[in-house]
T-cell receptor, first 116, second 115 residues
Framework: AQKVTQAQTEISVVEKEDVTLDCVYE???????LFWYKQPPSGELVFLIR??????QNEISGRYSWNFQKSTSSFNFTITASQVVDSAVYFC?????????????FGKGTTLSVSS | GAGVSQSPRYKVAKRGQDVALRCDPI?????LFWYQQALGQGPEFLTY????????KSGLPSDRFFAERPEGSVSTLKIQRTQQEDSAVYLC?????????????FGAGTRLSVL
């Protein structure tokens, strides 16, 4: 069965600190996609990144970076120099690469609070 | 529209009432998903449409839940005889094509409170 675990329920940091959000996944599929979404207080899930199982290259987008390691089934997300606007709930999710209409399997989310 | 639109944003129902939640997906998106998000949890899959066809309803928790997308665009999730355990945020998502590879874009959700 597919499963996503986000062990950190809540993280609190002070502005400008770096913070890493952990994500560990389980799947028997050899082809799959991993996602990160951000859910601010407004409630809408905002897409951040998609990664397929064949591409283990790390990615950087501004202050955001992602570390994908198949050997440990992890897809961790780091925010560098955090800002108050980064405060939100962050979800890691998994889907089957080849199956049509596959729903996302979400972790329980990590609530990030950034104070000034 | 520019994004996925859901209405109403908030709904309060008395136990036993029927409710209808609406989702307007991004124009032209083939796939539409409904998810249920309980407080402090991640979204959980309810049902999936490919155009007007409901191809997967394995996540619907009971036969009180019913969804439709008659013309392949707007979708309605209906809950009959609401119970307190139905209280949650109901999220709608759409994606451009078929397949698990595509990005799902989410609406802001409908927060349902059953008293």
């Amino acid at each position: 069965a597919q499963k996503v675990t986000q062990a950190q329920t809540e993280i609190s940091v002070v502005e400008k600190e770096d913070v890493t959000l952990d994500c560990v996944y389980e799947t028997r599929d050899t082809t799959y996609y991993l996602f990160w979404y951000k859910q601010p207080p407004s409630g809408e899930l905002v897409f951040l990144i998609r990664r397929n199982s064949f591409d283990e290259q790390n990615e950087i987008s501004g202050r955001y970076s992602w570390n994908f390691q198949k050997s440990t089934s992890s897809f961790n997300f780091t925010i560098t120099a955090s800002q108050v606007v980064d405060s939100a709930v962050y979800f890691c999710a998994l889907s089957d690469l080849n199956q049509a209409g596959t729903a996302l399997i979400f972790g329980k989310g990590t609530t990030l609070s950034v104070s000034s | 529209g520019a994004g996925v639109s859901q209405s109403p944003r908030y709904k309060v129902a008395k136990r036993g009432q029927d409710v209808a939640l609406r989702c307007d997906p991004i124009s032209g998106h083939v796939s539409l998903f409904w998810y249920q998000q309980a407080l402090g949890q991640g979204p959980e899959f309810l049902t999936y449409f490919q155009n007007e066809a409901q191809l997967d309803k394995s996540g619907l928790p009971s036969d009180r839940f019913f969804a439709e997308r008659p013309e392949g665009s707007v979708s309605t999730l209906k809950i009959q005889r609401t119970q307190q355990e139905d209280s949650a945020v109901y999220l709608c998502a759409s994606s451009r094509t078929l397949g698990g590879r595509d990005i799902q874009y989410f609406g802001a959700g409908t927060r349902l409170s059953v008293l």
